[in-house]
């Protein structure tokens, strides 16, 4: 912790040299346009430094300490800040008249309150402006890198927040059918246990990581299509899963398909009383992803398309993939149809 408070602080000395150091040459330079020899106008600047200094020092004091939304703060803060410059251009000039004009310019005439006392004064509140516009820039890209971050908290404490809606949502299904599956005494109970394990294992597990593969996360779908295909007689239900992956190793957010296929199971299969079936298809190409799934629901009976499931897809492509993606909610009466495409 010491050294992380040390390091920028290292930084900032740093930077506050280099300022001072460029000014110094700068001054020294423009001087030595009038006889060209600069070495003399780096010694007489040298003398002059600890006036600016204490005037810019002192005006950005005045600024922190002074400054606020109130009008007597602007006005208080304006007056110490030409105080502190004025101070500084007097200085410089008791600085001119006992040292830096014996020595480096003898033969020059010097008049203390002439008109040159307002170029030392101009030249006291062009650093300190200067100064105060550095501050300020630093200190706004500060803010705007703290905003960043608080923001990028904010969106990894939501995301966490809606990966742990899915995971109760997901456990309470699975299990019920496993426990319904048990209570009949079926010989799919096993089987059913084994998907569920591999289950449970990718959804406690790999949904953990920012990211999987597309191949884990349409390898996870298809294990979950199979356990809810043990559920159901063949003559009940029939299921269809296409895929076409160019690239199975990218990337994509661990679970986010999986509520669209599980929709598909609830609110379609599990209403539907006879001929229930579901037809999926998941292509990607030149990094574009695309997901049709569709199944039959009963006619009779009011869905609730935007269950916690999608209601949590929808938030989840929001803030992952921001306008890159499509997603088409449609209820056709006697079947509903989603049309997912995404950006990867």
Not at 70 to 84: D, I
Not at 90 to 96: A, E, I, P, Q
Not at 134 to 153: D, G, H, I, S, T
Not at 306 to 329: A, D, S, T
Request: one cysteine or more.
């Amino acid at each position: 912790m010491v050294f992380a408070d040390f390091c920028p602080m290292k930084r900032r000395i740093w930077l506050h040299i280099l300022f001072w150091l460029i000014f110094w040459f700068v001054y020294a330079y423009l001087g030595s346009r009038y006889d060209g020899n600069l070495a003399k106008y780096i010694e007489a600047e040298v003398f002059q430094l600890p006036a600016r200094m204490l005037a810019t020092y002192l005006s950005l004091w005045c600024f922190e300490r002074f400054s606020g939304a109130e009008a007597h703060k602007t006005w208080l803060t304006l007056g110490s800040v030409a105080a502190a410059n004025f101070t500084g251009g007097l200085l410089n000039r008791v600085v001119k008249m006992l040292w830096v004009v014996p020595m480096y310019f003898p033969k020059a005439s010097f008049d203390f309150w002439g008109y040159m006392l307002a170029f030392d004064i101009f030249d006291c509140v062009f650093i300190t402006f200067t100064a105060l516009t550095v501050r300020l820039y630093f200190r706004n890209q500060e803010m705007k890198k703290r905003a960043a971050a608080l923001q990028a908290e904010k969106l990894d404490a939501e995301l966490q927040a809606l990966k742990g809606q899915i995971h109760p949502h997901f456990l309470f299904n699975t299990i019920n059918n496993l426990y319904a599956l048990a209570r009949r005494k079926s010989d799919k109970t096993a089987p059913v246990a084994l998907k569920l394990a591999h289950l449970l294992r990718y959804v406690l597990y790999e949904s953990a990581k920012p990211v999987v593969t597309i191949e884990q996360e349409v390898n996870n779908l298809k294990d979950y299509v199979e356990l809810e295909k043990l559920r159901f007689d063949e003559d009940r239900l029939s299921v269809s899963l296409e895929t076409e992956i160019d690239d199975p190793g990218r990337a994509i957010t661990p679970l986010l398909l999986l509520p669209l296929i599980e929709n598909a199971f609830k609110h379609g299969v599990s209403e539907k009383r006879s001929e229930a079936w579901v037809k999926a298809s998941i292509s990607l190409k030149n990094n574009q992803l695309r997901v049709l799934i569709e199944n039959s629901k009963e006619t009779e009976r009011p869905t609730n398309p935007q269950g916690i499931g999608l209601r949590n897809v929808q938030r989840q492509l929001e803030l992952l993939y921001p306008e890159h993606h499509r997603l088409l909610v449609t209820d056709r009466g006697g079947t509903f149809l989603i049309d997912l495409e995404i950006d990867l």
